[in-house]
């Protein structure tokens, strides 16, 4: 299966041949196993809140907290980890540039969107173990940043073409 290939070229990154092969996965392939790696993400909060023996959560049936849950939880959480990875990949552009690589924002966006993949894990082994907060995942962002850094050294030098500067 593509995503558990795509997983396990991940967590290799930066290596440079795990680079080229996440580089010819699609986005679609990669905006899809984003949505699943957040799904695992999300995974502690869930049952955080399935877990809730009094109070309002545990009146409400599963169905409706599930809903809940997708609703209020999920999606935000995916449009905020989408709209990040989008200023990241920018950043990230603008360092490409000043570096003078030839890398384009969707070959960033990509690549940032599988460095995340280590964080998440850990994150989402560390909250099964013990209650931790949301707040870690700002950390995570660091990591990202020095591993798009790296991808953009390992790409090619543009080539200074004659008549421009």
């Given at each position: 299966m593509i995503f558990l290939e795509a997983l396990r070229t991940s967590i290799r990154l930066p290596a440079k041949?795990?680079?080229?092969t996440l580089n010819r996965i699609g986005m679609d392939i990669t905006v899809v196993y984003m949505f699943i790696l957040l799904i695992l993400v999300s995974i502690p909060s869930l049952i955080d809140r399935l877990s809730v023996s009094s109070g309002t959560a545990a009146d409400v049936q599963l169905f409706f907290l599930l809903?809940?849950?997708?609703?209020?939880?999920?999606l935000p959480l995916v449009i905020f980890v989408f709209v990040v990875l989008s200023a990241v990949a920018y950043v990230g552009v603008l360092i490409s540039r000043a570096l003078y690589r030839k890398i384009r924002f969707a070959i960033?966006?990509?690549m940032c969107a599988y460095t995340t993949t280590m964080p998440f894990l850990i994150y989402t082994v560390v909250a099964l173990i013990i209650p931790i907060n949301d707040n870690w995942l700002w950390l995570f962002l660091?990591?990202?940043?020095?591993?798009?850094?790296?991808?953009?050294?390992?790409?090619p030098r543009r080539k200074k073409r004659p008549g421009r500067k």
């Open positions: 041949k795990a680079m080229f809903m809940y849950f997708f609703i209020f939880y999920y960033l966006w990509k660091l990591y990202t940043f020095i591993l798009m850094i790296k991808i953009i050294i390992v790409y």
